[in-house]
């Protein structure tokens, strides 16, 4: 039973991790891959994100590493 729920615990963190996230982001203006949501976005945060993990909603993103939320003012999702 431990084996079991090691092997499912294992699986899941590996999907998590395989479907985050990533953003480059320079003056405002923000490029997405693997987000469900938008592929492009402008927000007020004025970060330079390389490869950035993150994780997206419909009107905002965090930025896993300092958990710093970015509204987003305008998204499409294609390039």
């Known amino acids: 039973m431990k084996n079991f729920l090691t092997l499912v615990s294992l699986g899941v963190m590996i999907i998590t991790a395989a479907n985050g996230a990533t953003a480059n982001c320079s003056n405002g203006e923000c490029e997405f ?36 939320e970015c509204k987003v003012t305008e998204s499409r999702n294609e390039n």
């Open 33 to 68: 891959s693997y987000s469900s949501h938008y592929k492009y976005a402008k927000t007020h945060c004025a970060q330079i994100l390389t490869f950035e993990q993150v994780e997206t909603e419909l009107l905002y993103f965090t930025i896993l590493g300092t958990g710093q």
